[in-house]
């Protein structure tokens, strides 16, 4: 088929390399136009869509947005069948979804029609969900409100990072997405409504999140912990220096919330503990626990902020 990709992370690259392999047409592939990047923001960084795009000498387009006539009249002339969607980052207007006669497919990463929106993975493992998935659905004008065409289930584990979810979901993400454009080549690919029950945002990360309250129970410090990592990090005050938190588990323990309870960095929470397994001070490496508390020097009793 011919096809129109739209994506601009990491979790989108291997999708539009999934449809190269199938041998479908690329007509053109829009990203997000590239970014300052480096120390001194001097050098622009293209995103992992425009790379892996440029790289195949596919034509690459990076509006800043859709909703003007000189985009959509772009957009239009190639003529693609169907345009395939992937945390692409833009809105698209009714005059865009039009365009494909097959529609425009969007992979999203969770069990619509919980967490619709920007960051449904970290979302997910913040909320302490115990699953999650990738779902194949029509857009439609409304926020991952459309129907549904294809999905796969897969369980979160109680430890599991939104990094590592995140890697796991990429890759069943490019599989059920050839998937589903073969099937809409067949001319057999069904769609069902999204239920109106259980429906959540996904909001955007806000930096004023990542803060540790060491006040809620373990189980909530924990899941944020892992939430967050390993971007932006969820942080903790040591000496006026955060420290980033980027692997944890949840064990026995009790005293003041942010006390150290023992010498192998567990810390109190509100209700229960958490045993930080891995840790970033600013400008540095991540290490272990045991590396930390060394170069630290801290000792039980001791209080995290």
Same mark, same amino acid.
């Given at each position: 088929?011919?096809?129109?990709?739209?994506?601009?992370?990491?979790?989108?690259?291997?999708?539009?390399?999934?449809?190269?392999?199938?041998?479908?047409?690329?007509?053109?592939?829009?990203?997000?136009?590239?970014?300052?990047?480096?120390?001194?923001?001097?050098?622009?960084?293209?995103?992992?869509?425009?790379?892996?795009?440029?790289?195949?000498?596919?034509?690459?387009?990076?509006?800043?947005?859709?909703?003007?006539?000189?985009?959509?009249?772009?957009?239009?002339?190639?003529?693609?069948?169907?345009?395939?969607?992937?945390?692409?980052?833009?809105?698209?207007?009714?005059?865009?979804?039009?365009?494909?006669?097959?529609?425009?497919?969007?992979?999203?990463?969770?069990?619509?029609?919980?967490?619709?929106?920007?960051?449904?993975?970290?979302?997910?493992?913040?909320?302490?969900?115990?699953?999650?998935?990738?779902?194949?659905?029509?857009?439609?004008?409304?926020?991952?409100? &459309?129907?549904?065409?294809?999905? +796969?289930? $897969?369980?979160?584990?109680?430890?599991?990072?939104? %990094? #590592?979810?995140?890697? /796991? @979901?990429?890759?069943?993400?490019?599989?059920?997405?050839?998937?589903?454009?073969?099937?809409?080549?067949?001319?057999?690919?069904?769609?069902?409504?999204?239920?109106?029950?259980?429906?959540?945002?996904?909001?955007?990360?806000?930096?004023?999140?990542?803060?540790?309250?060491?006040?809620?129970?373990?189980?909530?410090?924990?899941?944020?912990?892992?939430?967050?990592?390993?971007?932006?990090?969820?942080?903790?005050?040591?000496?006026?220096?955060?420290?980033?938190?980027?692997?944890?588990?949840?064990?026995? &323990?009790?005293?003041?919330?942010? +006390?150290? $309870?023992?010498?192998?960095?567990?810390?109190?929470? %509100? #209700?229960?503990?958490? /045993? @930080?397994?891995?840790?970033?001070?600013?400008?540095?490496?991540?290490?272990?626990?045991?590396?930390?508390?060394?170069?630290?020097?801290?000792?039980?009793?001791?209080?995290?902020?």
């Amino acid at each position: 088929m011919r096809l129109v990709f739209m994506g601009t992370p990491e979790f989108a690259a291997p999708v539009l390399f999934e449809l190269v392999g199938q041998g479908h047409e690329i007509a053109g592939v829009y990203t997000r136009a590239p970014k300052p990047a480096g120390r001194r923001g001097m050098e622009l960084t293209k995103t992992p869509v425009h790379q892996l795009a440029e790289g195949f000498n596919f034509p690459v387009f990076t509006p800043r947005t859709f909703r003007d006539p000189e985009t959509l009249e772009a957009f239009a002339e190639l003529e693609p069948e169907a345009a395939i969607v992937v945390a692409y980052g833009l809105i698209l207007p009714r005059e865009a979804l039009d365009v494909p006669p097959l529609g425009c497919l969007n992979l999203h990463a969770s069990l619509l029609p919980r967490w619709r929106g920007a960051a449904p993975i970290q979302r997910a493992v913040m909320a302490g969900d115990a699953e999650t998935g990738v779902m194949v659905m029509r857009m439609e004008e409304g926020l991952d409100a &459309g129907p549904v065409a294809m999905a +796969e289930r $897969v369980a979160i584990g109680p430890d599991e990072t939104a %990094g #590592e979810l995140h890697d /796991r @979901l990429k890759t069943i993400g490019a599989d059920l997405m050839g998937r589903a454009v073969a099937a809409l080549g067949r001319g057999s690919l069904s769609f069902r409504p999204q239920g109106q029950e259980g429906v959540t945002y996904a909001a955007k990360i806000d930096k004023a999140e990542a803060r540790i309250d060491w006040s809620r129970p373990a189980r909530q410090v924990h899941d944020r912990i892992r939430g967050l990592s390993p971007f932006p990090g969820a942080w903790f005050e040591l000496g006026g220096e955060r420290v980033k938190v980027l692997r944890s588990t949840r064990v026995d &323990g009790a005293g003041r919330p942010g +006390e150290l $309870v023992d010498d192998r960095l567990t810390v109190a929470c %509100g #209700e229960g503990a958490v /045993r @930080l397994l891995q840790v970033q001070r600013a400008g540095k490496a991540p290490v272990d626990a045991q590396s930390f508390l060394n170069g630290a020097r801290l000792r039980p009793g001791a209080a995290l902020t």
